[in-house]
């Protein structure tokens, strides 16, 4: 459940004299330290777990920062502009903004944007976008203009989507909005309208965005204190085009529509959104927590000394400026999670997922691999110079085996590869590996006849591959339904991803008995299996034993066959039986790829579907996806309800019964009969 | 139909192969006994034997080494309603009552070495120190009395802090420095060295939001690591931190009571009872796997009784549990269990495994034996025949004759009629009893032998010899005395005094139809052999690792019948001093694996008076007639067979196809015996006649909710 803690502030002395509190919160290059440029002369760089200042900068009197300070995560400077147009970069060790790097620009900027894994990009109130390096290798360079008259930029927000940087910012000009999408892959700005419907003109107060899926959920909170949402595609049909598109209601009513100003939005989490503003008309202004899938209020505070208006988000932080002090309100949203509920989430320290070791760090593992592989060689090199200075350097067989990949048989791949596999292991076994396999399979797609089926097996059975690694392997086995490699592959990889294990159930069921017969597939999972059954018949066997004379073990006959029949019996269950022991193996493999040592059982599964829909009731009974599932559960208790009472009948009936029987015994005290035994 | 019946079945008779034949039997259902139930149970680790304290003040001793066979009981009385049982000091057996009285059992000459008033009122609780050298009381008056164990008594040593009400349960912690006390609405923690309480831990007496009047503290365990569990009325099982004393944890498990709790020796499972009957399991398990965290679980329920389990028993391999329904049950934890063998069977004790009933075979009468009185009946007769399974027409009904009432609150120890019905003996703790019956038509005249010698004070078991002329006496000394019975009078022949050394009492006696040897079993030593004639120890036959159920004494060869609890029978020849070869066969060939299994034991041996091979043997579930001129089942061969047989061949098939002829059709059978060739009288008591006799149970609906 989502969350919020006490909060803290971070100011002992009161933010300068901007009448509408910071300009900006921005994350540095380092966790916990933050950038807080206020709306004067002054950026300061906060640590917020220890509550304390790290440095501070200022502009000269009669300069005014005109946006937020950013970190350029790249080099770990300070960005910040003054006077709308001059730039200033500066590091920690600065002391004096004045003497620092200035470039003055051509236009007026509206925004630095930095994010991490990305170039820092500055907006300009025109619309035009530049890369800091572009800019700052001309920083006289015309800036064009994007947008039209009138038009300004009221919101922007810069984040990464596929692993490319796209910005979008929003518009507005006579009280219509427009989005415009910046992707830089494809250099390609789009423009959308955002259409109000007739009755909601409404001016948007606040924005934020998120990428979800195919789209980028953009959130406005308007003034008549609802939350609407539009989603824009970032992969538009058409992207000269001026698309429109629609906002929807997404809460209702979350602050006081009469709220003249400080209301704020910032999206948390997929299903989770912070608003800042007066609940009601007349109320304090509050920091909110809404849940929008299911609409509920998950959390708030009251702030009774106002706020500006303003509400940053970073890690697990809220920004806001309450009074005159800015504060920090740490949120947490907890994942739900089944084992949590039932007590059985693992610890994380657990060194039991053995399988990550498979993981290869890549960070370090490049460097070092690259640099100690060089230098072996090199000492190699040098070893074999002194004895014999006329042999040609060896060439190392990763090598070899990477050339004869692209044009050998398979029978010269495999004998390379038994070299390559003998050679003591370097630290780059594992990209060198990666990429036989991406060799090969490359191959196979290149040419449909070339199937290195030998060759793949002995590389999955290296242990260094996971699906991350070669995620076109398992796809390619799929394609030619070898439920062998297949099987391999669950065995060893750490990190399938379900839709493709689901694939491979869909293949182990479906395949057909002969062709399964055909194939070698390791059963020592199922060997177990069949253990477990024995085991379970000396269990029941002890029950038998219960009274050693008892009635139910009277018809001995049945016992004594039981025992001679037990061996054959037990043979004929394992030919008997609908999944034969190829499938069942394989079936295994698949299902032990879920999380966990040992899969759950159905009950485990019925258990915490319980305790799941009893700790979340309620907000079950309000999502309107669960009513179906509502209905038929209730149907479903109502006809056991049912069943019980007709049971509860039987059983009062049968109790009547049995002592209408009882008194007919009791009479009987006493009766002579005849025996004859044999 | 009768007169077809007797048609079929005449040629058969005359073949040589109808060797077992039919009988009429006398099917009785009329001892309307009515087992006490139980209200504590003991574990004793050390000798693996359990003590089962029931409300009438009875205690039994059952040894779990010897397949649950109760080798030892201490007949109860009317004012000595046990509370609270417990070992200590290694194999020394106390127990408390509401005549507030504490009791140690002399286990070896099976009476009450002494009793002692801890003058605190009723005491309802009682705690053996984990060094077993001090005892604790808990009394009415709300005080916790400690008691130091000396070698041959106790001895009061101090009081600890005075609680407001009665102290209901006690449990030391393992270390020996605290105990907790059970009380009504709160537990107590005392320091054990200054006496005094250091916590108080109130039990909330809230019951499903309906505040109940009060909460007792049924059940109290104190854990090493400080936790104490309690077991209350309000269906709770909670576990407080003694330290702190406060609440850690609750468990609601039952709408009624929990009424007792037992934790195994290493403190990683626990087992409580409920009024409703049901039996949790708790276990310490780890929160995740892997994790040294652990938690306590309430894993299993089990169902195995109908009324109060009013007192548990964990021992290292089962719950042992018992209560109002009067059955005691066994079930072991299967993952502790590592072969299949007695342990691993469920087991539930309803009967005792002594004799109740005896029976005067040429006057056909039976006596029943109660814990207040005897009852003495007349079989009835038919004139009719039959074919197997056939109800016959009744031409007399059986007679109740005599309802005989003993004098004082002490219970009835053993009692005996004499083969000719003219005699009845009993006896109780400190009297013996002997009577003479005149029956004059349909009266009977009872007339009481007075004057009965200062050594005939207590029995443990009564024998008459075939002609009801000789009256032997098993003594709680170890002796056995001999008596001349005369019209009206008796004369005292001789004791056989207990072999230097031992003070075991014996506990069954057997006499040969010749009068020449009588035969007496301990519950432990050999079975010892005297000629009657001569007066004197004949042999003893060799000492046998589990004790004896049943002894009996063939006619014309004297061979020496003897029933073990883990269901050996031996044959000794008593003229030869050694086993005889039927008996060596059978030990080489060994008996068959469902006749081992079975988990009552024999409690009755008889012979035919015309077939000399024939032996006649019963327990609660079966009774057996063993042909010895037959071959011996093996294994494989079916030992019993509950189908009649469907044609002529497969009757002469199953006739002659092994030794062990049996029939389940009488159960349970507390009593089984041969009034003459062709008639067996088979005394039942059914378990529903038992549970009728019970108060209700708290009715539970078995489906939903």
């Excluded at chain 2, 219970?411 to 002997?434: Q, V």
Aim: glycine fraction near 6%; proline fraction near 5%.
């Amino acid at each position: 459940m989502a969350a919020l803690e006490e909060g803290f502030t971070l100011t002992a002395v009161p933010l300068g004299s901007g009448p509408d509190g910071p300009l900006g919160v921005e994350q540095s290059d380092k966790t916990d330290q933050f950038l807080v440029t206020d709306s004067g002369r002054t950026v300061i760089l906060y640590k917020v777990s220890d509550q304390k200042p790290l440095g501070s900068w200022s502009v000269k009197q009669g300069q005014i920062i005109t946006c937020p300070a950013v970190c350029n995560f790249q080099t770990g400077e300070y960005i910040v502009v003054h006077d709308n147009k001059v730039l200033r970069i500066w590091n920690n060790e600065d002391v004096n903004l004045d003497k620092v790097f200035k470039a003055t620009l051509s236009a007026e900027v509206y925004r630095i944007h930095s994010i991490q894994g990305a170039e820092p990009l500055v907006l300009f109130k025109e619309g035009a976008i530049r890369g800091l390096e572009a800019l700052l290798a001309e920083p006289q360079q015309k800036i064009e203009t994007v947008t039209s008259d009138e038009e300004v930029i009221k919101w922007t927000k810069f984040f990464m989507v596929f692993r490319h940087p796209v910005l979008i910012f929003i518009t507005e000009k006579h009280g219509n909005y427009f989005a415009y999408v910046q992707k830089f892959n494809s250099r390609i700005l789009s423009k959308y309208t955002l259409l109000l419907r007739q009755e909601e003109k409404s001016a948007a107060q606040s924005f934020s965005a998120s990428v979800y899926r195919k789209f980028i959920s953009l959130m406005s909170l308007s003034s008549d204190g609802c939350v609407y949402e539009t989603l824009i595609p970032i992969h538009p049909s058409d992207p000269e085009k001026n698309q429109r598109v629609v906002r929807s209601l997404l809460l209702k009513s979350v602050v006081s529509g009469s709220a003249r100003s400080g209301v704020a939005l910032t999206i948390l989490d997929q299903d989770h959104v912070a608003v800042l503003g007066p609940p009601l008309s007349a109320s304090k202004e509050c920091l909110s927590i809404w849940n929008t899938k299911f609409q509920t209020l998950q959390a708030s505070k009251e702030l009774p000394q106002g706020t500006s208006g303003q509400l940053w988000y970073h890690g697990e932080n809220l920004f806001m400026l309450h009074g005159k002090f800015l504060t920090v309100i740490p949120y947490k949203c907890e994942v739900s999670s089944l084992a949590g509920a039932l007590g059985k989430l693992k610890h994380s320290q657990d060194p039991d997922i053995h399988a990550m070791t498979h993981f290869v760090n890549w960070e370090t593992s490049q460097g070092y691999g690259l640099g100690s592989q060089n230098s072996e060689q090199s000492k190699r090199i040098l070893r074999r110079r002194k004895i014999e200075a006329s042999v040609q350097p060896e060439v190392p067989p990763s090598t070899q085996l990477l050339a004869a990949v692209q044009k050998d048989s398979e029978k010269h791949i495999e004998v390379e590869l038994r070299k390559f596999l003998a050679v003591k292991r370097t630290p780059d076994f594992h990209t060198i590996i990666g990429d036989v396999v991406i060799g090969l399979l490359g191959r196979c797609k290149a040419e449909p006849s070339f199937y290195p089926r030998n060759c793949l097996m002995q590389l999955i059975q290296t242990r260094v591959l996971s699906y991350s690694l070669c995620p076109g392997l398992m796809e390619f086995a799929l394609e030619k339904t070898d439920v062998q490699i297949l099987q391999l592959c669950l065995q060893q990889f750490p990190d399938i991803p379900e839709s493709v294990t689901c694939a491979c159930l869909k293949i182990f069921l479906s395949i057909g008995d002969d062709s399964l017969q055909e194939t070698d597939i390791n059963m020592e999972s199922v060997s177990d299996y069949t253990a477990i059954i024995q085991d379970g018949e000396i269990e029941e066997q002890t029950e038998i034993l219960q009274n050693g004379f008892n009635p139910e073990e009277d018809n001995c006959e049945n016992c004594a066959q039981e025992l001679t029949e037990k061996p054959q019996a037990a043979a004929e269950e394992s030919t008997s039986c609908p999944v034969t022991g190829k499938r069942a193996a394989l079936l295994e493999n698949a299902t032990m790829t879920l999380p966990g040592i040992h899969p759950p059982t159905l009950n485990q599964i019925m258990d915490w579907i319980c305790l799941l829909l009893d700790a979340n009731f309620t907000v079950v009974v309000m999502l309107p996806e669960a009513k179906r599932l509502l209905l038929s559960l209730y149907k479903f208790v109502k006809s056991q309800i049912s069943i019980c009472s007709e049971l509860n009948k039987i059983e009062v009936s049968f109790r009547e019964l049995q002592k209408l029987n009882q008194e007919k015994t009791n009479r009987e005290l006493y009766s002579i009969e005849v025996l004859e035994l044999f | 139909m009768w007169g077809r019946g007797g048609e079929r079945r005449a040629p058969r008779v005359a073949s040589p192969s109808a060797g077992m034949g039919e009988f009429k039997v006398h099917r009785v259902r009329f001892f309307n006994y009515v087992p006490s139930g139980i209200r504590c149970v003991a574990y004793n680790n050390q000798s693996n034997r359990l003590a089962v304290s029931r409300t009438d003040g009875t205690v039994e001793i059952y040894n779990l080494s010897a397949n649950y066979f109760q080798e030892k009981f201490f007949p109860g009385h009317e004012s000595r309603a046990t509370e609270a049982l417990c070992w200590a000091n290694g194999q020394r057996l106390f127990s408390a009552g509401l005549n507030g009285e504490i009791i140690e059992y002399d286990l070896q000459a099976l009476n009450i070495k002494y009793a002692m008033d801890a003058f605190g009122g009723p005491i309802w609780s009682m705690a053996a120190s984990p060094s077993g050298s001090q005892l604790l009381v808990g009394c009415e008056d709300g005080s916790v009395k400690l008691f130091q164990i000396t070698p041959d008594k106790i001895q009061f040593e101090r009081n600890f802090d005075r609680q407001k009400s009665r102290i209901l349960s006690l449990s030391w912690h393992p270390a020996g420095t605290h105990i907790a006390a059970g009380s009504i609405d709160y537990i107590s923690v005392f320091d054990v060295k200054s006496g005094s309480a250091i916590h108080k831990m109130l039990v909330d007496r809230q019951y499903m939001g309906v505040s109940k009047r009060k909460c007792i503290v049924w059940g109290v365990a104190f854990l090493s690591d400080g936790t104490v569990i309690s077991a209350d009325s309000a269906g709770k099982v909670q576990f407080w931190d003694s330290a702190t004393g406060t609440l850690v944890k609750n468990h609601l498990i039952a709408d009624a009571d929990v009424q007792s709790i037992a934790v195994s020796d290493q403190e990683d499972s626990f087992v409580v009872g409920t009024a409703e009957g049901t039996v949790f399991h708790f276990q310490l398990v780890s929160v995740t796997s892997n994790s040294s965290e652990k938690q306590w679980v309430r894993t299993k329920p089990f169902q195995h009784h109908t009324h109060d389990v009013r007192a548990v028993a964990h021992s290292p391999i089962a719950l042992i549990s018992g209560g109002t329904d009067t059955h005691l049950v066994i079930r072991p934890l299967m993952e502790k269990v590592e072969v299949k063998n007695y342990d691993a069977a469920l087991r539930k004790i309803t009967f005792p495994h002594r004799r109740l009933v005896s029976c005067a075979k040429k006057k056909q009468l039976l006596l029943f034996q109660f814990a207040h009185h005897l009852e003495l009946w007349r079989l009835g007769s038919t004139v009719a025949t039959g074919k197997n399974g056939d109800t016959l027409p009744l031409s007399k009904n059986a007679d109740h004759l005599l309802h005989l009432k003993t004098k004082g609150p002490e219970n009835i120890i053993c009692s005996c009629i004499s083969p000719c019905g003219s005699w009845i003996a009993y006896s109780t703790a400190s009297r013996f009893f002997l009577y003479r019956l005149n029956y004059e038509h349909d009266n009977i005249n009872l007339q009481r032998v007075s004057k009965m010698p200062a050594f005939l004070r207590s029995a443990l078991q009564i024998l008459f010899s075939e002609d009801s002329a000789k009256l032997f006496v098993a003594s709680n000394q170890g002796s056995l005395h001999v008596i001349r019975l005369l019209e009206g009078s008796f004369k005292h022949l001789h004791t056989f005094q207990p072999q230097s050394g031992t003070v075991e009492s014996m506990c069954l006696l057997a006499v040969s139809p010749d009068g020449n040897w009588l035969a007496a079993s301990g519950t432990s030593a050999g079975v010892h052999v005297y000629n009657v004639k001569q007066l004197k120890l004949h042999c003893t036959v060799p000492a046998y690792n589990f004790p004896v159920t049943a002894l009996a004494i063939a006619p014309n060869t004297n061979n020496l019948v003897i029933a073990h609890s883990d269901q050996q029978v031996f044959e000794y020849s008593i003229p030869d001093k050694q086993y005889t070869q039927w008996s060596r066969t059978i030990q080489k060939q060994g008996f068959h694996h469902l006749w081992l299994q079975r988990d009552t034991p024999i409690t009755h041996i008889s012979f035919h008076p015309k077939r000399p091979m024939h032996i006649l043997l019963h327990d609660a579930y079966m009774f057996c007639i063993i042909d010895k001129s037959l071959p011996l089942p093996n294994d494989k061969t079916l030992l019993y067979n509950p189908l009649p047989p469907t044609n002529e061949s497969d009757i002469i098939r199953r006739r002659t196809a092994h030794a062990f002829k049996i029939s389940k059709k009488y159960k349970p059978l507390l009593f089984m015996d041969l009034l003459d060739e062709r008639t067996l009288v088979a005394v039942e008591r059914p378990l529903d006649d038992i549970i009728a006799q019970l108060p209700p149970p708290i009715k539970k609906k078995k489906f939903g909710t």
